[in-house]
T-cell receptor, first 114, second 111 residues
């Protein structure tokens, strides 16, 4: 069983479209994240949720909207896609201090905007 | 905020060579330190971690020691293999909830 799974793995779409990436973790963790990896491989946090509540929101355009229907899911919706949104998006999760603070990542979603 | 400075790549080595990738950090409180690896076309995998000063993390022949006095967490391997070719990321998790990454170091190992 994959601990942190995200779909789709690959997504090619046109500018201006709206798309979603889904993420689910079966680790029982309370905290989930979205990270973006740009073309130079640089990884930067976008959002963090703890028990469905937003706790970190870095400087991300309003076109990006995370949604957490329950603590095992954190989806990322992107409106009006732009060329610069092309990147790899990683979902991740972390348990509380008692279960360790290691952050586990999904396999990534490769988004290409054309 | 927290930050990581990681050795610039790319690094190219011959098989069985010794590897060191330098990493230094700044963080508040008592941070935890991590190395993640990303193989070509794949996601991020945790390679090793250390949660307090003088801890040594190790996995798959890789090692890194948490040095608080020098704020460093250098990655080492005594004998690299072609299959170690990947991008390696040093990361710090300080007082905030987030993991802050270095810029990554691409390693290529030639047979």
């Amino acid at each position: 069983d994959t601990a942190v799974s995200q779909t789709p793995k690959y997504l090619v779409t046109q500018m201006g479209n709206d798309k979603s990436i889904k993420c689910e973790q079966n680790l029982g963790h309370d905290t989930m994240y979205w990270y973006k990896q740009d073309s130079k491989k640089f990884l930067k946090i976008m959002f963090s949720y703890n028990n469905k509540e937003l706790i970190i929101n870095e400087t991300v355009p309003n076109r990006f909207s995370p949604k957490s229907p329950d603590k095992a899911h954190l989806n990322l919706h992107i409106n009006s896609l732009e060329l610069g949104d092309s990147a790899v998006y990683f979902c991740a999760s972390r348990g509380d201090g008692r279960s360790g603070n290691t952050i586990y990542f999904g396999e990534g979603s490769w988004l290409t905007v054309v | 905020g927290d930050s990581v400075t990681q050795m610039e790549g790319p690094v190219t080595l011959s098989e069985e060579a010794f590897l060191t990738i330098n990493c230094t950090y700044t963080a508040t409180g008592y941070p935890s330190l991590f190395w993640y690896v990303q193989y070509p076309g794949e996601g991020l995998q945790l390679l090793l971690k250390a949660t307090k000063a003088d801890d040594k993390g190790s996995n798959k022949g890789f090692e890194a020691t948490y040095r608080k006095e020098t704020t460093s967490f250098h990655l080492e391997k005594g004998s690299v293999q072609v299959s170690d070719s990947a991008v390696y990321f040093c990361a710090v998790q300080g007082g905030s909830e987030k993991l802050v990454f270095g810029k990554g170091t691409k390693l290529t190992v030639n047979p």
